[in-house]
C-alpha cells in the first residue's frame, strides 16, 4: 500500500500560481510512475501531469503544457505540481496518484485538494 498526502490547493485569481503537493508514504519502493489528475464539477477525470519517478520523464496534458510543471523530491517522497497562468477553467479538485509498476494502471489515490481560479 501507498499513501498519499495532497496540499497546496486554495483560491487564486486568474493569472496566478499555486503549487500543490504530494506526500507519499508506505510502500513507497513500489513507485513506478505519479500523477496528478483533476476533476471538474459535472466533467470526467483527466490526467494533468505525469512523471516517471526515477527517470524524471514527464508528460502533460495539452491543456496545461507550457503553464504546469511536475518535479518530484526524491529525499522528501514527494511530487509537486507548479501551476502557473491559472485559468477559471483550470477549477477543479486535484489528485495525486501512483502507478506501481510499468504497466497497468494508477492504484493508488490522494484524497484531493480544491482548486479554485476566479475570473
Known amino acids: 500500500q501507498v499513501q498519499l498526502v495532497e496540499s497546496g490547493g486554495g483560491l487564486v485569481q486568474a493569472g496566478g500560481s499555486l503549487r500543490l503537493s504530494c506526500a507519499a508514504s508506505?510502500?513507497?519502493?513500489?513507485?513506478?510512475?505519479m500523477g496528478w489528475f483533476r476533476q471538474a464539477p459535472g466533467k470526467e477525470r483527466e490526467s494533468v501531469a505525469e512523471?516517471?519517478?526515477?527517470?524524471?520523464?514527464?508528460s502533460y496534458a495539452d491543456s496545461v503544457k507550457g503553464r504546469f510543471s511536475i518535479f518530484r523530491d526524491n529525499t522528501k517522497m514527494t511530487v509537486y505540481l507548479q501551476m502557473n497562468s491559472l485559468k477559471p477553467e483550470d477549477t477543479a479538485v486535484y489528485y495525486c496518484?501512483?502507478?506501481?509498476?510499468?504497466?497497468?494502471?494508477?492504484?493508488?489515490w490522494g484524497r484531493g485538494t480544491q482548486v479554485t481560479v476566479s475570473s
Open positions: 496518484a501512483v502507478r506501481p509498476g510499468g504497466t497497468g494502471g494508477f492504484d493508488y
Open positions: 512523471i516517471t519517478w526515477w527517470s524524471s520523464e514527464t
Open positions: 508506505g510502500r513507497t519502493f513500489s513507485i513506478y510512475r
